[in-house]
């Protein structure tokens, strides 16, 4: 019996294990050998790596391909991995570059037929019918949030209100005005909605669903914004390099882990040093390969994300693909203090399980004569002290930040992702 209102593609989120496996392998022997047919670069990388198409055998020989990372995307920009001629590319996004060159993900018809299809396949697992109103507040423009968002919703049948980032006094009205079934943000602004709802003296009874992606998503925030806008929270996991927003996957309304879309991506979790692949439950790097992209597949690409396997066995929502852990931070975020290795999300998730502190909180880093210091500046209602919070966050992190409260409000706020560590040096 099939059940439309519950997947997008039945078919395909629901097959078996041993048949995801098998198209797998099938879909890898053959990228291995279109990559090398179609792009220059990757057939030097390859052939340096002692690869021959036609000996390759799928995902036995997975481990022999060399991982690739974000230099090989800037090493190569704008277009050098790119497996279509020009005149094919029907779009483009690319990262903002804030960290060196921009990676740019270039797509076919193909390419955003299948973002598209992948998007609503979260949708439809988060709950959301076809006419439904859904508020698109990521940006439309090079970052691909908002543009992935309206492609997942326009497959999906939604009724789109594109309103793009900012303005969030009139981003209340409008879902007020249109009766706004499901948000779509990073997870940081919906606290500044929030904060701006309140002061209007405006509640929005008709949200239910908000889907959150580009941030690392902790427990704490989603519990805040599932008891204060009365909605379920969900986890949408995508990037650039991968094709955009939503196309790795999404938590399911269980909320017992991401569920990966297998049939279009193969996972790898590994040791963040030695890259060599770690049993499942065990924490690990997120290594990506795109089974079916065609301007730019990914092939072994080194995420930087840490996570785990959680389960390769069928959900209660009735999808087959493996789950995994939420993000729990990048390789290139981990700060180190005083011998100890930690993540901003474990600070975020210490101080709002305090009560009376709000979200909006900054790490400063700062380091003199080669000594790093961190102190931790946090909103808060009256009667929190820097000791409570210092105490709290000794507790999660194994040494004492000096921590500092300050009035709701005194932090500055921004439209897009929150700036939540900034670097001093003397």
């Not at 294990?17 to 390859?46: C, G, H, P, W």
């Not at 909320?255 to 297998?262: A, F, K, L, S």
């Not at 789950?323 to 931070?329: A, C, E, H, K, L």
Request: net charge neutral.
């Amino acid at each position: 019996m099939s059940h439309p209102e519950l997947f997008f593609d039945e078919v395909a989120e629901t097959m078996s294990q041993d048949e995801l496996i098998s198209r797998q392998n099938q879909a890898l022997k053959e990228k291995v050998r279109y990559v090398m047919a179609n792009n220059a670069y990757f057939r030097t990388l390859y052939r340096k790596a002692g690869i021959v198409a036609e000996d390759f055998r799928g995902l036995e020989d997975i481990t022999s391909l060399p991982i690739i990372a974000k230099a090989n995307f800037r090493e190569t920009y704008p277009l050098g991995m790119c497996c279509v001629p020009k005149n094919q590319i029907r779009e483009m996004h690319m990262s903002s570059g804030t960290s060196g060159t921009p990676v740019v993900m270039p797509y076919t018809q193909a390419d955003l037929k299948q973002w598209a299809s992948c998007m609503a396949r979260c949708y439809r697992m988060a709950g959301a019918r076809v006419g439904d109103p859904i508020q698109i507040m990521p940006s439309f423009g090079l970052f691909n949030g908002g543009f992935g968002m309206y492609h997942g919703a326009r497959a999906a049948e939604l009724f789109v209100i594109p309103t793009g980032s900012g303005n969030t006094e009139r981003q209340i009205r409008l879902a007020k005005d249109f009766n706004t079934r499901i948000f779509t943000a990073v997870i940081s602004y919906t606290t500044r909605i929030i904060e701006v709802m309140e002061k209007m003296g405006v509640e929005l009874p008709s949200l239910e669903i908000g889907i959150f992606g580009a941030e690392t998503v902790t427990a704490a925030m989603c519990e805040k914004i599932r008891n204060r806008l009365g909605m379920d929270v969900f986890n949408i996991y995508g990037m650039t390099e991968t094709g955009g927003v939503g196309t790795l996957g999404m938590d399911c309304q269980a909320h017992d882990g991401i569920h990966v879309w297998e049939d279009q991506y193969y996972l790898e979790v590994v040791d963040p040093v030695t890259k060599v692949p770690v049993p499942d439950g065990q924490l690990g790097e997120l290594v990506v390969t795109s089974l079916t992209r065609e301007a730019l597949p990914v092939i072994r690409f080194k995420t930087g994300d840490l996570t785990r396997i959680l389960s390769r066995e069928k959900c209660a929502c009735g999808r087959t693909h493996l789950r995994i852990d939420r993000i729990s931070g990048r390789t290139d975020d981990m700060l180190i203090v005083k011998g100890v290795n930690f993540f901003p999300s474990q600070v975020e998730q210490a101080l709002l399980e305090i009560p009376g502190v709000h979200s909006e909180y900054q790490i400063i880093m700062e380091e003199e004569n080669g000594v790093c210091d961190v102190h931790v500046l946090v909103e808060a209602e009256p009667g929190v002290t820097g000791f409570v919070v210092e105490k709290k966050l000794k507790e999660r992190l194994g040494f004492s930040p000096k921590g500092e409260v300050l009035p709701v409000g005194a932090l500055p706020r921004v439209d897009g992702k929150a700036v939540r560590v900034i670097r001093k040096k003397s």
